[in-house]
């Protein structure tokens, strides 16, 4: 096999989603990457379905959020059966609107998604490369040395930094030696596209909550085809190697009254929950699965994964255009795990929730929710904070060393808020702006003479946007300096209007964000 290593700085070992995001940022930050993969082909067949509003943020920086969009179903509302009936229909379709440019809940399975993600890639001129697998590597210091094996040749080359997005059985992690504490719970799973039709066929999500059992319908984007999820009886799971749906169809045809009439695929798994004790040792990196792993409440896998690549790609950009940037490095870890150990603990609460065998859990199941669900979905406040919750919008970075100071509610850490603007060449939202990749400052009302000087002098991106008093509501504050990092967090909000802090925080962080656009 060639030595192709001399041609990038990362490798990139795995090409699901996580790895394929962390290849696309990269690509268009400058830097040159290496993605490889150890199967022969993209997958075809998929678990992961869900594309939240925050992932969708990050694909709008890079030009790809319509395109999800488009190829994708948003789903309108969450249907509860209870006893074979319809016990409550909570209308979820605009559960963000005012918090983002994508309110809805959006459907797009992973092997779509994937080959969306990889054709993009290869109009910038990166290919992934398969099968290869990384059998070894070491950290050389001021280097990777990392063994390739493909059709039984092996070849040893050098990068800078190395990306495990290889999964939960991930072959970085192995070498790292890094625990991968948690358990694996005891029910099994199975999931199955199917063509069928039926009441819950019909475009939205429903979700059968039986004393014993889970069953989720999941719209796909064409006209009578579903993705089912279901819990196994544990007597049928005892020979589950050989379980076929036939072994488990009549569940949803007498609950939900589904009659399946094609079974695309079908498969059975077991839900594990895990965090990675570490997710970087040196210039090796862990990511997505390989970091972690939880139950698949809330569809926050996928998109959690998406978050680590973001989060990593513009630091290392930073830190091989600029060698004193490399300390910005040190935050991923931190700003990851943290979120990832927070993630696996509520999903985890949830999930023992969803399948509990206790008469209480049943009771909340059957009764409780699908009474109070719709009335309380009607509570604004409530909209809000469950959407806020489940699409990551509310993920934030306040306890990272990257993160200082509060203005408004707007703290370090946090978020950009998404407002309306109007400005002479911008869009109408003042995430436009984001669409650049580089550090930026941003003011919402006017801005002082000295902010002026120091973005021409420092050569960072001032967008000054005139203040209207809804803005307040998305807590900003009039006047305030925000210094907004390339993924679209604040990473300092300064309530005084002068240069002071903005010059300190960046001489501090050794930060020159106009080296970091590349292109």
Not at 115 to 144: K, M, Q, S, W
Not at 172 to 188: A, C, K, M, Q, S
Not at 320 to 331: G, P
Not at 437 to 465: K, N
Request: aromatic residues 8%; contains cysteine.
């Amino acid at each position: 096999m060639a030595d192709n290593s001399g041609q990038a700085d990362v490798l990139i070992a795995g090409a699901g989603p996580t790895g394929l995001v962390l290849a696309l940022w990269l690509t268009k930050l400058g830097v040159r990457v290496r993605i490889i993969d150890r199967v022969a082909e993209s997958g075809t067949t998929s678990r992961a379905l869900a594309v939240h509003a925050r992932t969708l943020e990050f694909y709008q920086q890079i030009g790809l959020a319509q395109a999800v969009v488009d190829r994708g179903h948003q789903v309108a509302a969450l249907n509860l059966w209870v006893k074979s009936a319809r016990a409550a229909r909570v209308p979820i379709g605009n559960l963000g609107q005012g918090l983002t440019p994508f309110a809805f809940p959006l459907i797009f399975p992973q092997d779509e998604h994937e080959r969306l993600l990889i054709g993009r890639l290869r109009e910038l001129g990166v290919e992934v490369e398969r099968p290869v697998e990384l059998t070894a590597f070491e950290d050389a210091g001021g280097e990777i040395r990392a063994t390739l094996s493909t059709a039984g040749s092996e070849v040893t080359g050098t990068y800078a930094y190395l990306a495990g997005c290889d999964g939960a059985r991930s072959k970085v992690r192995e070498v790292l030696n890094t625990g991968f504490p948690g358990g694996t719970y005891d029910h099994l799973f199975y999931v199955a596209d199917v063509e069928a039709a039926g009441p819950p066929i019909d475009g939205e999500l429903h979700v059968d909550l039986d004393d014993a059992d889970f069953l989720a319908v999941f719209p796909l984007e064409e006209t009578g085809r579903a993705r089912l999820i279901g819990s196994i009886r544990d007597d049928a799971a005892k020979d589950h190697e050989h379980l076929q749906f036939d072994d488990v169809r009549a569940r949803s045809m007498q609950n939900l009254k589904i009659e399946v009439t094609r079974v695309n695929w079908f498969s059975t798994y077991r839900v594990h929950h895990r965090v990675a004790q570490s997710f970087r040792k040196g210039r090796a990196f862990l990511l997505g699965d390989a970091a972690h792993i939880h139950s698949p409440v809330g569809g926050q896998g996928m998109n959690t994964g998406i978050g680590d690549a973001v989060n990593l790609a513009w630091k290392l950009a930073g830190s091989l255009k600029e060698t004193a940037s490399a300390a910005l490095l040190d935050s991923y870890e931190p700003e990851r795990i943290a979120f990832a150990q927070r993630l696996v603990a509520t999903t985890d609460r949830a999930f023992t929730a969803v399948t509990s065998p206790s008469s209480w859990a049943r009771f909340v199941r059957t009764k409780a929710i699908p009474a109070l669900a719709p009335a309380v979905f009607r509570v604004p406040a409530v909209r809000r904070l469950a959407f806020r919750t489940v699409s990551q919008i509310a993920v934030n970075y306040r306890a990272s060393s990257l993160s200082v100071g509060a203005a408004g509610k707007v703290h370090g850490g946090d978020r950009l808020p998404w407002v309306r603007v109007s400005m002479p060449g911008v869009d109408e939202f003042n995430f436009a702006a984001l669409t650049s990749l580089s550090w930026q400052i941003h003011i919402y009302g006017d801005a002082a003479g000295e902010i002026r000087t120091l973005s021409d002098r420092r050569r960072i991106p001032l967008h000054v946007f005139a203040w209207h008093p809804a803005m307040k509501g998305s807590g900003l504050q009039r006047g305030a300096v925000y210094l907004v990092r390339p993924d679209g967090y604040v990473a300092l909000a300064s309530p005084q209007p002068g240069a002071a802090a903005l010059d300190d925080y960046l001489d501090q962080r050794k930060i020159r964000a106009i080296h970091w656009i590349f292109a």
